[in-house]
């Protein structure tokens, strides 16, 4: 699979500046190594009046299956045969797109100190794209590129030449025109608009994808009439990940308005005000109010209980307060991708001695989790069927028996004000329900009686007047003078 990024020139803006603004030199032919093959970048023209750069993409096939990535959405074959026998070393795929950050990505991050000013300068630019798989065909190729200031050639590919009534296959040659972008745009652009063309990546999407899209769609993504369908399709209809990104693209969007505008829609702003400070996202906050509860009630040694891919884990990392930190799930890959987001594998040995990844289930007893100060449940109960619960509620407060248990749950009476959420959809596919705060409340109470702990309560993100705020949670302190025991308690 290849593409190629053509420019032209004149005698004082040379058509080889592409050269510096790629950070490859024309007159070399270089490879570089990636996970699933090997990347070729050469200049099949290379002068003052026109410069074409061609990334080759030589995908090493047994590699990829090894790796258990044939074709399929988020990274799954369709069938076993779709890992031998697939588009992948020939369409322009996630595969391509991976390619092109890791052998461009000071390219587009817009640097060039050998010719900064030309890196911030719009080019007469052309891409060329052979074999572009496109799930929506050619008139959804130009709904997601036009907008951006292209110029879009899709030409459907048939099936077979020499069968034209076999019709056309769903690849397109692609050629885009634009002489208003800048190199980063345009690569940022391909990055994000190839996989979501082909509708599936060769790898796992995972949390951090969101960073990567907001990073690649800055500038652009935010206000592109198709930017459910992009942030959907890029994320692998993962749609905890899509709502998430949503929303922090809303954010981004009124962050960018101008004062008045802002003004209207939130009255947060003063009339002479600036800017408008970017507001700290529900997940940060959540996490932010855990570690703040955690340091209000002395706790050195923590639970995170369904700790997921470790971003808590993460944050309290990075306070010395805690001094042993056990994060644990039932989900084996999750804990592997958060091994490798805390860089477990690099973590110096006074570090790593702080943290311990498990794997267990929350709904049995385990006498690994007894002795600890604190325990969190972040988000975690509502994953749970309802039945389900009192063997949670045993297992943590009954066995476990922390002396402080931190509880955050949705406020399913908030889901009003997620513009994105549609009507009676809970916010995670994976939820089995979502309580509003009296639900909550109640539960709450007589999970404290039963197990002898005190309970308040808190709101996390902004407190709405009349629904409450989007997170609560709930802080349960052991009472030292109740003991438990008794045969219903343990049968539960």
Known sequence: MFLTISTTGDEKNPATDLGFLLHKHPDNTQAFSTSYGTAHVVYPQADTEGCTAALLLEVDAPALVRKGRGKGRGGAPDAALAQYVNDRPYAASSLLAVALS??????????????????????????????????????????????????????????????????????????????????????????????????????????????????????????????????????????????????????????????????????????????????????????????????????????????????????????????????????VRALTIASRRLKLDRMGERQASRVKLVQGSLTYTDKRLKGYDAAVLSEVVEHLDLPRLPALEYAVFGSARPRTVLVTTPNVEYNVRWETLPAGHVRHGDHRFEWTREEFRAWADRVAERYGYAVEFTAVGPDDPEVGPPTQMARFELSTTTTIGTKEEKAA
């Open 102 to 331: 890791s052998v461009f990505s000071t390219a587009m991050r817009g640097v060039c100190q050998a010719r900064p000013e030309r890196a911030r300068q719009p080019l007469p630019l052309r891409v060329e794209i052979p074999a572009l798989p496109a799930r929506g065909g050619a008139a959804l190729v130009r709904r997601l590129f036009e907008p951006l200031g292209w110029t879009v050639t899709a030409e459907p590919v048939p099936l077979d030449a020499q069968f034209p009534q076999w019709g056309d296959s769903r690849y397109v040659g692609l050629v885009l025109e634009s002489a208003e972008l800048t190199l980063a745009e345009a690569l940022r652009h391909l990055y994000v608009l190839l996989p979501v063309l082909d509708d599936a990546k060769h790898y796992w999407v995972s949390a951090d994808e969101v960073d990567k899209l907001l990073r690649a769609g800055e500038g652009w993504l935010p206000g592109h009439p198709e930017q459910k369908l992009i942030t959907s399709r890029y994320l692998s209809r993962r749609w905890s990940l899509t709502r998430q990104a949503m929303e922090r693209l809303e954010l981004l969007r009124l962050a960018e308005a101008d004062d008045s505008e802002v003004e209207e829609i939130d009255n947060a702003v003063e009339e002479d005000s600036e800017a408008e400070e970017r507001p700290t996202p529900l997940a940060v906050q959540r996490r932010d109010a855990i570690i703040a509860a955690l340091g209000e009630s002395a706790a050195a040694r923590v639970l995170d209980l369904g700790c997921g891919q470790g971003q808590l884990v993460q944050g309290l990392l990075k306070d010395p307060r805690f001094t042993e930190i056990v994060g644990v799930d039932v989900s």
